[in-house]
Nanobody, 119 residues
Framework: VQLQASGGGLVQPGGSLRLSCAAS????????MAWYRQAPGKQRELVAT???????NYADSMKGRFTISRDNAKNTVYLQMTNLKPDDTAVYYC??????????????WGQGTLVTVSS
């Protein structure tokens, strides 16, 4: 099982980006999926989670500007980010709890995608 994140890049303050993270491999089921981020010199922090049923939860500081969603048929999680600020500059990582076709529930990380907010 692998998670492949994409969609990062350079954006001006106030702009928007949509991140995607696709899980691939022999997947039987994906439970909670999430996005984290790690800014330079800081610890990794939770951005948002989403349940298999599509129920989102956000870190308090992310509410209102970020929207997490998922497509269960594609085993893909998305993060729509709006009104981006320089403080949102970070590497964004996706995370998922997955049951492989053969194996047990386990958690997986994507490789990270860099978001830079700068004028």
């Amino acid at each position: 099982v692998q998670l492949q994140a994409s969609g990062g890049g350079l954006v001006q303050p106030g702009g928007s980006l949509r991140l995607s993270c696709a899980a691939s491999g022999s997947i039987f089921s994906a439970s909670t999926m999430a996005w984290y981020r790690q800014a330079p010199g800081k610890q990794r922090e939770l951005v948002a989670t989403i349940s298999n049923g599509g129920i989102p939860n956000y870190a308090d500081s992310m509410k209102g500007r970020f929207t997490i969603s998922r497509d269960n048929a594609k085993n893909t999680v998305y993060l729509q980010m709006t009104n981006l600020k320089p403080d949102d500059t970070a590497v964004y990582y996706c995370w998922a709890s997955i049951l492989p076709v053969r194996g047990q529930w386990d958690t997986y990380w994507g490789q990270g995608t860099l978001v830079t907010v700068s004028s």
